[in-house]
T-cell receptor, first 112, second 113 residues
Framework: DVKVTQSSRYLVKRTGEKVFLECVQDMDHENMFWYRQDPGLGLRLIYF???????EKGDIPEGYSVSREKKERFSLILESASTNQTSMYLCASSLGGSKTQYFGPGTRLLVL | QKEVEQDPGPLSVPEGAIVSLNCTYSNSAFQYFMWYRQYSRKGPELLMYTYSSGNKEDGRFTAQVDKSSKYISLFIRDSQPSDSATYLC?????????????FGTGTKLQVIP
C-alpha cells in the first residue's frame, strides 16, 4: 500500500512565524503535490513537483514556497504565516504521468 | 463559473437507500473522471476512475460519465453507515505532460442507521 505521511496532524502558529510542513511518501513516486482544502472552495493546488529539485506553481502559490531535496520528501514553507493561511493542508503523490494521486492524512493549521 | 460544480449537500439518507452524487463540468478537454472519498479528518482516497462515457461498476459503486452533457455521477447501492463521508469528484487534463487534476468541492453524505 502507498503510504503518504505528514509531519503533523495539528499545528497552531502565530502570525509572522515561518512554518514548515513536511510530507514523505514511500512508493518512489515522481510527482508530489501540496493542496489546501477550505469549506466551499474544495482542494486548491499550491505547488507540485515532478522530480527532485523541480517545482511548479499551482493555482494559489502566493505566500508559499516548497522544497524537494529528496525524491520521497516534499516540504511546504509558509515564509510569514498569516491568518488567511489557516486551513487543512494535504500532501499527495503519484507516479509520473499517472492520474491517481495518493493523499496523506492532512495537517490542520491554525494561524492566530 | 467554476470548471467543476458539485452540490455540497449535506445529503442525508436512510441505510439501504440508493445514493446519487453528481458533478457538472465546463471544460470538454477533461479526460479522466474520478471519485474520491474523504472521511472526517482524513485525506481523500480514490474510489473509482473512468475514461469514457458510460458506466463502470465496482461492488456497490457505479460511476457514470456523460460527456455530451458534461455530467458525471456516482451511485451507491445499499448504502451503509460506513459510507458516511465527503465524496469529491475530480477530473484530469493533460497539461504539458502532467495530468492536472481539478477537484469538485465535495458532497457530504450521511447514511442514517
Amino acid at each position: 500500500d502507498v503510504k503518504v505521511t505528514q509531519s503533523s496532524r495539528y499545528l497552531v502558529k502565530r502570525t509572522g512565524e515561518k512554518v514548515f510542513l513536511e510530507c514523505v511518501q514511500d512508493m518512489d513516486h515522481e510527482n508530489m503535490f501540496w493542496y489546501r482544502q477550505d469549506p466551499g472552495l474544495g482542494l486548491r493546488l499550491i505547488y507540485f513537483s515532478y522530480d527532485v529539485k523541480m517545482k511548479e506553481k499551482g493555482d494559489i502559490p502566493e505566500g508559499y514556497s516548497v522544497s524537494r531535496e529528496k525524491k520521497e520528501r516534499f516540504s511546504l514553507i509558509l515564509e510569514s504565516a498569516s491568518t488567511n493561511q489557516t486551513s487543512m493542508y494535504l500532501c499527495a503523490s503519484s507516479l509520473g504521468g499517472s492520474k491517481t494521486q495518493y493523499f496523506g492524512p492532512g495537517t490542520r493549521l491554525l494561524v492566530l | 463559473q467554476k470548471e467543476v460544480e458539485q452540490d455540497p449537500g449535506p445529503l442525508s439518507v436512510p441505510e439501504g437507500a440508493i445514493v446519487s452524487l453528481n458533478c457538472t463540468y465546463s471544460n470538454s478537454a477533461f479526460q479522466y473522471f474520478m471519485w474520491y472519498r474523504q472521511y472526517s479528518r482524513k485525506g481523500p482516497e480514490l474510489l473509482m476512475y473512468t475514461y469514457s462515457s458510460g458506466n463502470k461498476e465496482d461492488g456497490r459503486f457505479t460511476a457514470q460519465v456523460d460527456k455530451s452533457s458534461k455530467y458525471i455521477s456516482l451511485f451507491i447501492r445499499d448504502s451503509q453507515p460506513s459510507d458516511s463521508a465527503t465524496y469529491l469528484c475530480a477530473m484530469t487534463l493533460n497539461s504539458g505532460g502532467y495530468q492536472k487534476v481539478t477537484f469538485g468541492t465535495g458532497t457530504k453524505l450521511q447514511v442514517i442507521p
